[in-house]
Structure formats: C-alpha cells, structure tokens
C-alpha cells in the first residue's frame, strides 16, 4: 500500500502542535511530511513533498490557505481546511470536493474528515476543487463594514487619523506596521494578518511577507543584482521586496 503524505499548515502554534496529536491519533500511517507556520513556508513545502493531503488554515500570513490549496491541487493532492468561521464555510463545502474542520478541532469530527479522505484517495479520478476555493475566495473578500476605511496611528500625545484611500503601502516593521502615503508616514500596531481582513484584494495586494501595497502605486517591478524582484512605488524613493510567492502577479503587467 502507497504511503499517504501530508502536509499541516497553521499559524496557531497550540492548535498546529494539537491538529498533529490528533492526526496520529485518527491516521497512525499518514506520514506528516511537513508542519508548516505560514503560507510561504507551506508554497515551498508542497513544492518540494508533493503531499497527497494538505491541512491548510485559511487565513494566514504571507500566503493564505487558499493560494496554498491551489497549488496542492494542482499537483492532485486533496485539500482539508481548518476554519475558525463557521458562518462562510458550510455552504461552500457543500458541494463535498473537499472538506473542513471548525476550531478548536473535535476529535469525532477529525475521524469522519479522516474517513472522507481515505474515500476520495481510493478514487481514480480526484474531485475539481477549483470551483470551491473560488467560492471560498469569494466569501472571504471583506465587503461592507467589514473593510477598513481609517487608520488610526498614534503621533506623540495625539492621534492622526488616516484614510486608506491615502495610503500606499504598508511595511512590517518588529512588532509594528510602517503606513505610508504620498507625503508622510506612521507607525501603527495592527499586524498585518488583521489588516489583510479588512483590505479589498483588489486594491491592495501582499506581494511579500511583511508588505502590503497599493496596486495604482506600484510603478515598476525590477529584479536585483541578485535576481531578487523589487518593486518601486510612484513618487517615494521606497524599494520595496517581491518575494517569490508573489511574483506571479505581476505577470503581463
């Protein structure tokens, strides 16, 4: 019998190390091939094991669980998201090309998940998750109340008010976030994970792990001396990183 490979990608340490436990409790002969923290580390990992099956939060830094399940299924390997919002995710699992697990994971709900898979891999032909991850996709796009339209940033014993629309970029810097318009800047302690929440993907883009940037800002992306990718943005001096998770991207741009 074939080894069955996995991957878990969780950015919640005490839910990763459990979700593991767990695992080999309810399938003793899946062999974890890789624990991964976040998105990017996830891309690099299902690149280079190829798992069968993927346990992918779907929200987290860097990469979110959905651009990671593109690439699982891509390669046809199966998809089981971990979800702390139930509200979005029944409807559009329904369609059962893939299944999900509400957090904190339940043991009885991991086993039926567990027996779900065993089905689908004894398939000779693997269920098209595209449909699914974009109507995952879709569900999460913040809309309504639900997008940020002030930042708040803390300015000596005052505190400025700034409208996203005047933003250009935002940059993680240590336990803070760099906010940047046309003429001035701020720090801020929003990390990035809650800004992304809030942000229309269409008009801000993570094109690196601490980097967050207006897509009208952008004015050009060049590669280093080193083949590093760098992006510029119109009328700041600021370079700013592309990692290679994201360079896709820019693709006939």
Not at 68 to 80: D, K
Not at 145 to 164: H, Q
Request: charged content about 30%; glycine content about 6%.
């Amino acid at each position: 019998m074939n080894t069955v490979t996995a991957l878990i990608a969780e950015d919640e340490a005490p839910q990763r190390r459990a979700l593991q436990q767990q695992l080999r409790a309810a399938w003793p002969e899946l062999e974890v091939v890789a624990v991964c923290e976040d998105g990017l580390s996830a891309l690099d990992a299902v690149a280079q094991h190829r798992p069968k099956v993927a346990f992918l939060d779907i929200r987290m830094p860097g990469v979110s669980g959905l651009d990671v399940a593109r690439q699982v299924v891509a390669q046809g390997g199966l998809v089981v998201f971990t979800t702390a919002y139930e509200d979005y995710a029944i409807r559009a699992f329904e369609a059962g090309a893939a299944d999900y697990l509400l957090k904190p994971v339940q043991d009885a709900r991991l086993a039926q998940a567990v027996e779900r898979m065993r089905a689908r891999l004894a398939e000779t032909r693997a269920p098209d998750m595209r449909s699914l991850i974009d109507d995952l996709e879709a569900r999460l796009r913040p809309q309504g109340d639900r997008l940020i339209r002030w930042i708040t940033a803390s300015v000596g014993d005052s505190v400025r008010m700034i409208a996203i629309d005047e933003v250009l970029f935002f940059q993680a810097q240590d336990k803070y976030v760099r906010v940047v318009t046309a003429d001035d800047e701020s720090i801020i302690r929003m990390s990035l994970k809650e800004l992304l929440g809030g942000l229309d993907p269409d008009v801000f883009w993570q094109v690196h792990r601490g980097v967050l940037v207006r897509v009208q800002a952008i004015d050009r992306v060049r590669k280093d001396e080193l083949g590093r990718h760098q992006l510029s943005v119109k009328g700041r001096n600021d370079v700013l990183p592309v990692s290679g998770a994201f360079q896709q991207r820019f693709r006939g741009m």
